[in-house]
């Protein structure tokens, strides 16, 4: 039986394991928690989610809702987690983020081609690594210090990195329901989010307060640099001050069913759990200090005597230069040492869960003496992997986005595009499958 290791339990990591193991791989998980932790993680579980319990839109009509789609057909253990334990959140997916955890976990360790060992492989040259046929790096974007080092010395490149920033999340019994309301964007008589309004004065005093925070600085020897999909709520209100309410604040589609008024900006509230006994701050991400983040938020109508369950925080993301130094995920100067999930330059929990996917389908196949046959580029998981092997003059993360698919081949209105790139996403997926489903699924 072929043997492959796998460093990191994220989402990534056990989402390849899983697959390899499916298709009878040995497979040894390595995961560094509960011996050590990184700056941002918190739980000893496997597929920590550390930021948003969001798993963004289920519609087809965006590249995540198609993935998730994708990824179902292709056997995902994190799509049979999400949806056994989901959470109300409209026309997205979320999850609560402990029992998601939990199911992974059991699942993992469970497995009888899944080995798992709680202890942190420190460089690609580690002892634990030795007769196997294959080593995959899905450590995540927080990899130890001694393993990143390691991989940076392997691929020469030691510049690549941007910072993070979490969303922090309060209980709903600290919110003053006088004030906030019930009410999804665009379908008000669903109570999946809670609306905290503004008016303009309130908004202003919001905005300023943002500006003049003190806010966590990076090292001296870094740089600092943010993923522009996952920008500080403080870096975008630096743009101007419209910006928030143009942005994450912005209040259409969320009247006011109390008084039928649309107002200046609304925050909203989304639900962490299924009790809905805590909820995150959507669109918060902050790198203000923890003092800070209960005074300025607390500024906001609705959360005067917010309760913080978790403030919100800043923390550093490495990536590498995939096109540059990747060949099909296979590092082009260690040819036995793959990566996967965000240290690969995909950015999303679902985008690292299907690079990790992909990579389980791709090196079973491998080590069977068979090729593995890519997705299209026109489909979701097809145009994420093509992401990390086209050359730009600065590689940057990406989300999975029809910006990443070919472009269509005739013209049609801007409203019909995104059904007319859903609709060839799922046709050339399905004709993907017809040829490769039963070996891949």
């Known amino acids: 039986m072929s043997k492959v290791v796998v460093i990191g339990g994220g989402l990534a990591g056990c989402e390849c394991a899983w697959k390899l193991a499916q298709a009878k791989v040995s497979v040894t998980l390595y995961e560094m928690k509960p011996q050590k932790y990184s700056e941002a993680h918190t739980d000893e579980g496997l597929a920590e989610l550390i930021c948003s319990n969001s798993l ?31 959470v109300p959140a409209g026309k997205a997916l979320a999850v609560d983020r402990a029992k ?3 199911y992974v976990t059991a699942k993992i360790e469970a497995h009888e081609n899944i080995k798992l060992v709680r202890k942190e492989v420190e460089t690609l040259d580690a002892p634990e ?21 390691s991989l940076m010395k392997i691929i020469g490149d030691n510049k ?46 919001f905005v300023a307060a943002l500006l003049e925070g003190e806010k966590v600085v990076p090292r001296e020897f870094e740089k600092e640099i943010h993923f522009e999909g996952c920008l500080p709520i403080e870096a975008m209100a630096e743009r101007g ?51 800070e ?54 950015e999303g929990y679902l985008e690292s869960a299907a690079c990790g996917q992909w990579l389980g389908i791709m090196l079973a196949a491998r080590l069977s003496g068979r090729t593995a046959e ?36 005739k013209r049609m209105p801007k409203k019909f595009r995104k059904e007319a790139y859903g609709k060839r996403a799922q046709e050339m997926f399905a004709e993907w499958m017809e040829r490769v489903g039963r070996e891949y699924a």
């Open 56 to 86: 963004r839109s289920n519609e087809f009509t965006t590249g995540i809702g198609l993935l998730k789609e994708e990824m179902k057909a292709l056997g995902s253990l994190m799509m049979e987690a999400a949806e056994a334990c989901e």
């Open 100 to 102: 998601f955890s939990t």
């Open 129 to 149: 690594l030795a007769g196997a046929d294959a080593v995959v790096v899905a450590a995540g974007p927080l990899a130890g210090r001694k393993l990143t080092e």
């Open 160 to 205: 690549l990195y941007f910072y993070d920033a979490i969303a922090p999340i309060i209980s709903r019994d600290s919110v003053n329901m006088d004030i906030a309301f019930w009410g999804s964007r665009y379908r008000p008589e669903d109570d999946d989010y809670l609306n905290c309004p503004m008016n303009e004065e309130q908004y202003k005093a």
């Open 241 to 291: 001050e419209q910006t928030l309410a143009f942005g994450p604040l912005k209040p259409v589609g969320l009247e006011d069913p109390r008084t039928g008024e649309q107002h200046h900006a609304v925050v909203q509230l989304r639900a962490e759990n299924k009790d809905k006994t805590a909820f995150n701050l959507v669109g918060f991400q902050t790198k203000l200090k923890y003092p």
């Open 293 to 346: 983040q209960k005074r300025i938020f607390r500024m906001i109508p609705g959360l005067e005597n917010a309760e913080f369950l978790r403030l919100g925080s800043i923390h550093r993301n490495t990536y590498v230069n995939a096109p540059k130094v990747l060949k099909n995920l296979e590092l082009k100067n260690r040819r036995d040492v793959f990566l996967a999930g965000q240290i690969t330059g995909v």
């Open 374 to 409: 890519e997705p299209p580029a026109e489909t979701a998981l097809g145009a994420l992997l093509g992401h990390l092997r086209t050359e730009t003059k600065k590689f940057q993360p990406s989300n999975v986005n029809f910006g990443l698919m070919p472009g269509l081949k």
